[in-house]
């Protein structure tokens, strides 16, 4: 991180006379950026001007100067518009990151008998590939600090291409492979961290304080997008087990065409999006010992990794759950696409809001209920055998889990600072992905048996699901109580100057 701060060019003496008029100023929220801007460069044209001059002299261009004074007691820094080309891309293969992940469970009795398995064995392609996310996790953290979210980019893109073609070969061989299957998927999970824990990052590097929590959920929420589309499409690929290696070749075509433009996306801006992006930030090593000695991070660490893991671990049985009831393949996906879809809606809603209002504290503590008392509920919606209450019960899930995951990471970074945000993410998204697995692990031993009725439902899993969803909800009422006060280090620097934001065409 400290080559960042060389990279742009940033004058110590100019960062410190800059952060030296923090209370001096108005917040930022107050400005109205495109009326500021283009006031304050008809009042003071001659001074940029000599700025321009002076980045001339010095055999710098105007594009390349770290920000531009705009008057006394203004200045203006740059966001551009080729922030979106990454963004986009992260969007992209976290979708298809997350439809590989699922792309057995939303079939599992039809892919268990194409294999001559059970659906208990095919379960373990997820949970490998939430296990490969925890071992990929630190090399991730050292990709992301040292090289940056381009860097995490291409090694997710290379890891999916091989990954999925690896799975195609398995499902093709006579008799068909599982171990190549898994092989392959576990691969794929290599690739998650990668592209998971890259938007704090990316919108920390490319876009101004603003844009951050949108810009975070748009890349981050494509994840379970991916797996919304996996568990409604996928039922339909593969009808029956003949139609097992056409549904892996055709999910693999789709995700090997994601993977191109990665090779084309800038490692960086030319100039900071914010004070804050100018900021030095810590080693690896001091970065660690800020996390570790961090309370509110352990505070929030349990009810996110715990969510997370919830999430994750039924978004991989709900076929399981509901089959016993006799709820078909089709109907089981579309109980997992509208957990995902009014998950996205609700959070395309909240986080323009909280990105206004910067009010992350109390909607986590609203919402941390809410993911609760919706998980407790849902241990009776199965056995209602009726759509409405499963449907019902998700969708809220949903909402709720999918509006608190940008926030919770977003303020995670602002706790945490100067701590860089890859290295909270990558810890908090391998909590998440690790208690998946063992979620989704404890909930298959927990599976009845043929003599049950039904048989093999899964009610002790869901009372499981239940009792752990509640245990960890205090810890996200305790937020700000416990640990002393809350500071948010990130948004403080970068209130430090008035900040107009300039669109840039390039």
């Not at 998204?429 to 979620?439: D, R, S």
Request: with cysteine.
């Amino acid at each position: 991180m400290h080559g960042d701060h060389a990279t742009f060019g940033q004058n110590p003496n100019e960062t410190e006379r800059l952060l030296a008029s923090h209370g001096e100023m108005n917040e930022m929220a107050d400005l109205n950026p495109r009326r500021e801007i283009e006031d304050s460069l008809s009042r003071s044209e001659s001074g940029y001007t000599e700025e321009q001059s002076r980045a001339e002299i010095s055999g710098t261009s105007s594009s390349q100067m770290p920000f531009m004074n705009v008057n006394e007691d203004h200045v203006a820094y740059k966001v551009y518009k080729r922030r979106w080309f990454g963004l986009i891309q992260l969007v992209l293969l976290n979708i298809v990151v997350s439809w590989d992940w699922l792309s057995f469970s939303a079939v599992a009795d039809t892919a268990a008998t194409y294999f001559s398995t059970t659906a208990s064995i095919i379960n373990w392609l997820s949970t490998a590939f939430l296990f490969a996310f925890v071992v990929a996790a630190p090399l991730t953290f050292y990709t992301l600090h040292t090289g940056g979210p381009r860097l995490a980019i291409i090694a997710s893109s290379i890891f999916i291409f091989v990954g999925n073609w690896l799975r195609y070969g398995g499902t093709r061989c006579s008799p068909p492979s599982f171990p190549l299957t898994m092989a392959g998927q576990i691969l794929i999970g290599f690739a998650q961290p990668f592209v998971l824990s890259a938007p704090t990052r990316y919108s920390d590097l490319w876009f101004s304080p603003r844009g951050r929590v949108s810009a975070t959920a748009l890349a981050s929420l494509a994840n379970p997008f991916g797996g919304a589309l996996g568990q409604l499409i996928n039922p339909f690929l593969a009808p029956n087990p003949g139609s097992i290696p056409n549904m892996t070749l055709y999910v693999a075509l789709i995700s090997s065409v994601a993977t191109i433009p990665s090779f084309f996306i800038p490692s960086k801006p030319p100039t900071p999006s914010s004070p804050s992006t100018t900021h030095p930030r810590p080693s690896i090593r001091h970065t660690l010992k800020l996390l570790l000695s961090n309370t509110t991070c352990y505070l929030l660490f349990l009810p996110f990794a715990t969510y997370v893991g919830l999430f994750n671990s039924a978004s991989s049985l709900l076929s399981q759950f509901f089959s016993p009831y006799g709820f078909s393949d089709s109907e089981s996906g579309i109980a997992g696409a509208l957990l995902i879809l009014v998950g996205l809606v609700a959070a395309a809603i909240s986080s323009p809001l909280i990105d206004r209002s910067k009010a992350y504290l109390p909607f986590i503590k609203i919402l941390a209920p809410v993911i609760a008392l919706s998980y407790l509920a849902f241990v009776w919606a199965p056995g209602t055998r009726s759509l409405a209450a499963p449907y019902v019960i998700l969708s809220v899930v949903g909402a709720a889990s999918f509006s608190l995951l940008p926030v919770a990471l977003e303020w995670l970074v602002e706790v945490t600072f100067p701590a860089g945000p890859e290295a909270s993410s990558t810890i908090f998204w391998a909590g998440g992905q690790l208690f998946g697995g063992v979620f989704i692990v404890i909930s298959d031993a927990l599976k009845a048996g043929a003599d049950a009725d039904p048989p093999f439902h899964m009610r002790k899993a869901l009372i499981f699901q239940a009792v752990v969803a509640m245990a960890v909800m205090p810890a996200a009422l305790a937020l700000g109580w416990i640990g002393g006060g809350v500071r948010t280090g990130r948004l403080e620097l970068d209130k430090g100057t008035r900040v107009v934001v300039v669109e840039e065409e390039s």
